[in-house]
């Protein structure tokens, strides 16, 4: 596994392998890596000739209160797992070779980026959108995959691909989670071990509005209501966005008919947890099935999730 740090020399090599025909994978990642960051890596690497992982911690992304700073980074570590999972380069730029002088171009997604997580993380989808941009514009991948845990960023990304014609397959990857089913983050190393045992709640909120739905439940409202009452069982569990949403536009819905997303935004101590699930009524019809696939799991032709 090759190591770059400098963007002129990353492309100069992954150049002459495109010349020679090669298919390049790219997973975007900030790094402390996990088991789900390595199922991305094996998906790629089943999928192209060449795998690229990017570690950058991205400042973009994050408020001026957030946790950039304390945000978890063991590079020779990382560097380790993914040499050991065959990836073939690294690029691992700091701020200086990502942002050599501060950034005035943002591309933006703003009606699906200011929904849900975007609602309490001001301008944050929009830091997404430009350094998955930029790096899509450095690598020039044929294909990029993202896991679905972070679904509302796949959304966009996938947004951001159609309507600005990029020539990247952005391919969804289902979560990996713990085995008490608390999905897997690098954030999670935040959480002590009473933190740990609380952050059950989050999937089991899921398991909850999958049950709820499969009895007949089809008001949005009155499921979202009863979400989070069932994580406010949980005393150091803070629901910061319950919400249930169209799984393709992420728009509000009045009646759970067509797939919905349920997401999570749950505060736990001071670390925020996201999940969701897609989940289906027992109206939805074969289509709508086949279009929530597409959306949330199944990669479709050319530029699509």
């Excluded at 514009?137 to 845990?149: D, L, S, V």
């Excluded at 990996?176 to 002590?192: I, Q």
């Amino acid at each position: 596994m090759r190591v770059f740090s400098n963007i002129e020399e990353l492309r100069h090599t992954l150049d002459a392998l495109k010349r020679q025909g090669r298919t390049i994978g790219l997973v975007p990642t900030m790094g402390y890596l996990h088991a789900g960051h390595l199922k991305l890596v094996t998906r790629a690497r089943a999928e192209n000739d060449i795998v690229v992982v990017s570690i950058f911690v991205n400042p973009l992304q994050f408020g001026p209160a957030e946790d950039l700073g304390k945000y978890p980074r063991d590079l020779e570590r990382d560097g380790a797992m993914l040499k050991q999972a065959g990836v073939n380069f690294l690029f691992a730029p700091g701020v200086e070779d990502m942002y050599p002088r501060p950034m005035q171009t943002v591309v933006d997604v703003p009606d699906l980026g200011r929904e849900l997580e975007g609602a309490v993380r001001p301008g944050h989808f929009a830091g997404v959108a430009t350094v998955v941009s930029k790096l899509f514009n450095i690598i020039q991948p044929q294909t990029a995959y993202f896991g679905e845990k972070d679904y509302q960023q796949v959304v966009i990304i996938k947004r951001m691909v159609e309507d600005l014609a990029m020539p990247v397959r952005v391919i969804p990857v289902p979560t990996v989670r713990d085995s008490d089913g608390l999905a897997l983050s690098s954030r999670n190393v935040y959480l002590n071990p009473d933190e740990r045992r609380a952050a059950v709640i989050v999937p089991q909120t899921l398991d909850e509005a999958e049950r709820l739905v499969a009895e007949g439940l089809t008001d949005a409202q009155d499921l979202e209501a009863k979400l989070n009452a069932f994580i406010g069982r949980e005393p150091l569990a803070k629901a910061e966005v319950v919400a249930v949403r169209d799984a393709e536009t992420l728009a509000p819905v009045a009646s759970i008919e067509d797939p919905v997303v349920v997401a999570l935004f749950v505060r736990i101590g001071t670390t925020r947890l996201l999940d969701n699930r897609v989940i289906r009524s027992r109206a939805s019809g074969n289509d709508k099935v086949i279009r929530d696939n597409r959306i949330a799991g199944q990669p479709g032709k050319g530029v699509t999730k």
